[in-house]
């Protein structure tokens, strides 16, 4: 399971939502009261988790929205190549290929043959976050 599905008055914002089928983290939520004629709405600002854009979206606050499901888990850098991150993951010994530029900022610094890292898999793509 990727995503599930939430309501829009349940999101606030550092909660995650997909729009246009990215993954996104909400930055922020502006909620209007109810009108004479319809339901209240919330307008929401989110930035892309793997590729930075800003999305916004204007939803009805009952609305369903996809929510992606974020798996955490430790894992070893094996190599590192000038596009991809070869790491194992901890739990299976698996080998998941990340590239370079799902790699957050400050871990790419740390990042050498061995060291310990945090990565996300979100919709079945991996984001290294940090080194542990």
Known sequence: MTTRYAEVGELKEGSYIVIDGEPCRVVEI???KTGKHGSAKARIVAMGIFDGVKRTVS???????????IEKFTAQV???ASDFVQVMDM??????E????????????????G????????????KIIRVK
């Open 30 to 32: 502006e909620k209007s």
């Open 59 to 69: 939803l009805p606050v009952d609305a369903q929205v996809e929510v992606p499901v």
């Open 78 to 80: 094996l190599s590192i």
């Open 91 to 96: 739990r299976n010994y698996r080998t998941v």
């Open 98 to 113: 990340v590239p370079v530029k799902h790699v957050e900022e400050e871990a790419r610094k740390g990042l050498a043959p």
């Open 115 to 126: 060291v310990e890292v945090e990565v996300w898999q979100i919709m079945d793509r991996h």
